[in-house]
Structures are given as C-alpha cells and as structure tokens.
C-alpha cells in the first residue's frame, strides 16, 4: 500500500463544499473535492476534462493547526458606479496547516507527486487567493493511509507547539470505508469541475482523534536564569 503525503498550510485558506450566492463558508479543513482539485491542476487536467484518474483515490486529513475562523466581506460596482452587487462575505482559515493523505496506485501516486513539484497550473489552498507557504509534497511513501495519519510527525508551526501541552489531541477526517461505522455525510465527492455541469455525490466520512508528543512543550518552560544566584551564598 502507498500514500502521496501532502502538508496544506498557509496564511490563508477556505475549503467550502456548500457555498451559495452571497455567503462563501470554509470547512474545518481540507475537502477532498478541494484537495482533488489541486491535484488536477498539478497535472494540467483542465476542468472540462474527466477526472477518471483520481476518482478513485482514498482520501484523510489530520488537523494539525486548525488555524483561526477570518470574516472578509467584499463590494462590487458597475464601472460606472451606479449599479452594486449584492454584499459578499468569505470565511477562510488563517495560520492553519494540515496534514492530507491520498492512497492509490503506487505509479499514479508517483506521477502526482512529480506534477506537485512542477505544476501545469498555480496551486492554491481552495480559492485562487490563498496561495501555499511551503511546499506540499511530501512524497510517496510505503504506508496504509491509516497509519500515515497516525504516525506522520505534526506539523504545526513551532510558536504554535510551544504554547500547547506536551501531550495533542488532534482530529482526523478521512473516507469511511463499506464496513465501518459513518460518522456523517457530506457532499464531497467530486465528479466534475466542468462550470456547465459541476457535479459532487456524498462522501462518507469518518471522525477519529490521535494523541501528538509535544517535543517543543518541555523547551519552552526551561531556562537557565536562576534568581537566586543573586542572593550569592
């Protein structure tokens, strides 16, 4: 079994699965029809064109830094200024970074892993205005998809890790398999991104945690000034 490791971190990011006309929301993280997505612009796949290759992809996602919930509203005018449209607002995530997980053919893998690296098209973290700090591929490996986000080291932003606990509790979202317990539905699963027939289908999903080692929680209480040497003695 192989996994493409991706790291999806950014000053900015928004991953919507139900926005509509004036309200543009985020999800907690990473949609795997967003993911899909960028995927498909690596390779140079245009939206008109079939996603065969990639529909089959086994898809996880591990809330390393959640990152915060940023409210942006936006105005629009007629160049002559007499008409506006409607008041827009857009939620996106800032500082978050998440760890997604891919499984598949070990070749597809491969050859997503060489498109990352050199895209046909710009990469973005859900919309066009939120561009990646870093970056995403980190390679295909010999793992199952489970233990990938399981054992993958966190990769959150070392300020973040100082300030949190020595031990991490973080949240993992990935594709609920036939036999398993669906922690809900959502609608996820990418068909088409052609603008004339855009077509998703539900995804199943399973919720779990994972508890981190925090190595930086320990370093950011040490200190070698020592008050008393003041005192002398």
């Not at 891919?102 to 070749?107: I, N, Q």
């Amino acid at each position: 079994m192989s996994v493409l490791v991706l790291r999806l971190a950014g000053p900015l990011q928004s991953w919507g699965s139900s926005s509509r006309f004036a309200r543009r929301g985020t999800e907690i993280a990473p949609t795997k029809s967003g993911v899909i997505g960028l995927l498909a612009a690596a390779r140079g796949i245009r939206r008109t064109e079939p996603l065969t290759e990639l529909l089959g992809l086994e898809f996880g996602v591990r809330l390393d830094q959640p990152g915060q919930l940023l409210r942006d509203f936006q105005t629009a005018h007629s160049l002559d200024g007499r008409t506006s449209a409607p008041l827009t607002y857009r939620y996106y995530l800032t500082d978050a970074a998440f760890l997604a997980v891919l499984s598949g053919e070990r070749e597809l893998l491969h050859g997503l892993a060489d498109a990352l690296s050199r895209p046909q098209f710009p990469l973005y973290l859900g919309r066009r205005s939120c561009p990646p700090a870093g970056p995403i591929n980190l390679g295909v490996h010999d793992l199952t998809l489970d233990s990938a986000l399981t054992t993958w080291p966190w990769l959150a932003a070392d300020w973040y890790r100082r300030k949190a606990a020595s031990t991490i509790r973080l949240e993992i979202i990935r594709d609920a398999r036939p036999d398993e317990p669906v922690t809900e539905t959502v609608p996820d699963e990418p068909v088409s991104f052609d603008p004339a027939h855009r077509q998703h289908t539900w995804r199943s999903v399973l919720r779990r945690h994972v508890d981190v080692t925090n190595d930086l929680a320990e370093r950011a209480h040490v200190t070698d000034h020592d008050p008393l040497s003041l005192l002398g003695g």
